[in-house]
């Protein structure tokens, strides 16, 4: 279990740690470096011996019992989703988990309860938050706003599928440009030269060679799985097997063909097009009446559909799970897959995956115009504007297309004294203004000499504007 940084010592522990702290006398200042063994130094949020680890996430601590569990003499029954809760060393929702181990904590970026969530960290080879995953393995790393070197195959080398597309080192496009991995050299010797699992023409990197390409007519080119022309359209999805002036094809085809109601419910690809059943235009553009009320009942795009626990258009993907689902233009669905502005800011597990509002990965691309306008410190309305439940330094403008335009409203929002996105944490005290790519060009390029703008002095008073928050 991994354990908050951010313990706040009562009077109580302060008075322990005195009493127990045997020799060791603490000085103002703090423990001297290399000393993380009493609970005062253990609950001081400092790494007092340097090696890069906090607190409850230093192993000095935890083997010395400084870290466990309290349990009071009266349960508690309350949420275990707020930086005093889960800093308190209580089984607050009695759930089996405290703290930094109950996943609600594990969302508030702020408790640094996981530190993996920048290009720089996710790229390292090293398990920073000690959860037993590295890098992209590392879920924070996957579904990070912030990280893009898990998009791809980050190592080409690993034996690990890093982008989770199904495809492992060498076999995935992203590393065909390396040169650790090897090429199908030769598209005609009937082996998988590259060790890949693909072989001469079936191989993308013989995609250009000379004579992986030729006609789509006869009955074994219709029926083998293959693009053989190239075109885009395999088997019967082509015009010239669908259409062939073969009757060996066309009685193939016809056999085969996704345009019955037996079809299009059987759960298979009849017709080899990479298409099954109400997934397949044959079948949902059906011009039969029966087949069309069928696809209409079994889609998975209703409020029901959606909440059933059934995989109803059989595509292999379940309820929210099913982007018909949770990427419906349809509010009430939306709200129940954690996807809406609502649903990311009421406290609740809308689509029951253990995650709650900005806990949950769903809820990373949610947005919404402001309902009401926001009134700074200064007493001055804000007008309405798009807002991001999770994000504080959230930037409607795309930075790829506008550069200055987008950290132009990240820095704003960073610095206006409203707390953007209703977590508690204000401006730079909000893990986000430190870690968003706009703000700290350093979260993807360790390398950058760009002063991270939570670091920069402020000119309205000319000092810092904070220390920057980070999770060690």
């Not at 200042?29 to 906090?54: A, F, I, M």
């Not at 204000?426 to 203004?433: L, S």
């Not at 950058?448 to 928050?469: G, H, I």
Request: hydrophobic residues 30%; aromatic residues 6%; glycine residues 8%.
């Amino acid at each position: 279990m991994i354990l908050a940084n951010h313990l706040r010592p009562t009077l109580a522990t302060l008075w322990l740690a005195v009493a127990v702290s045997g020799c060791f006398t603490p000085v103002p200042e703090g423990p001297p470096l290399g000393y993380e063994t009493d609970l005062l130094s253990c609950t001081d949020g400092r790494d007092n011996d340097g090696d890069g680890r906090v607190d409850c996430q230093d192993t000095d601590c935890i083997r010395r019992n400084f870290c466990g569990e309290v349990i009071p003499n009266t349960p508690v029954d309350e949420s275990e989703d707020t930086p005093e809760r889960c800093s308190d060393l209580l089984d607050n929702d009695g759930d089996g988990q405290f703290d930094c181990g109950d996943r609600d904590c594990q969302g508030i970026m702020e408790l640094c309860c996981v530190t993996e969530a920048s290009d720089a960290l996710c790229r390292n080879g090293i398990d920073d938050d000690g959860n037993g995953f590295a890098d992209c393995a590392d879920f924070t790393c996957r579904n990070s706003t912030f990280v893009t070197v898990c998009d791809s195959e980050f190592s080409c080398t690993d034996g690990q599928d890093d982008d989770l597309d199904g495809l492992v080192d060498c076999a995935d496009p992203d590393c065909a440009s390396e040169p650790t991995c090897p090429h199908e050299v030769k598209c005609d010797d009937m082996l998988d030269n590259d060790h890949d699992g693909m072989t001469d023409c079936a191989d993308p990197d013989c995609a250009a060679a000379s004579g992986c390409f030729g006609p789509e007519m006869s009955l074994a080119e219709c029926s083998d799985g293959r693009d053989n022309d190239g075109n885009g359209y395999t088997d019967c999805g082509d015009f010239s097997c669908s259409r062939s002036s073969d009757a060996t094809v066309l009685a193939y085809c016809a056999a085969n063909a996704e345009m019955t109601l037996a079809a299009c419910s059987d759960g298979v690809d009849n017709d080899g097009n990479g298409f099954i059943d109400c997934g397949d235009f044959s079948c949902s553009r059906s011009t039969d009446t029966a087949i069309l009320d069928y696809c209409a009942a079994h889609a998975e795009t209703t409020l029901a559909a959606c909440t059933d626990g059934i995989d109803n258009d059989g595509n292999g993907f379940t309820d929210c799970n099913d982007f018909s689902c949770s990427q419906s233009t349809d509010d009430a669905v939306r709200a129940i897959c954690e996807a809406s502005y609502a649903s990311c800011t009421n406290g609740l597990d809308d689509d029951g995956d253990g995650f709650t509002d900005c806990g949950d990965f769903s809820c990373r691309d949610a947005s919404a115009a402001s309902r009401v306008s926001l009134v700074g410190p200064d007493g001055v309305a804000r007008p309405p504007r798009l807002e991001h439940p999770c994000q504080e330094s959230f930037s409607s403008v795309d930075a790829a297309t506008d550069p200055v335009g987008a950290l132009a409203q990240a820095v704003e929002r960073c610095s206006d004294h409203l707390d953007n996105d209703g977590d508690g944490f204000v401006d730079c005290d909000d893990w986000d203004c430190n870690w968003n790519p706009l703000l700290n060009p350093q979260a993807t390029d360790p390398t950058s000499t760009a002063e991270p703008f939570c670091e920069k002095v402020d000119p309205a008073t000319m000092a810092p504007r904070r220390e920057q928050l980070v999770c060690q």
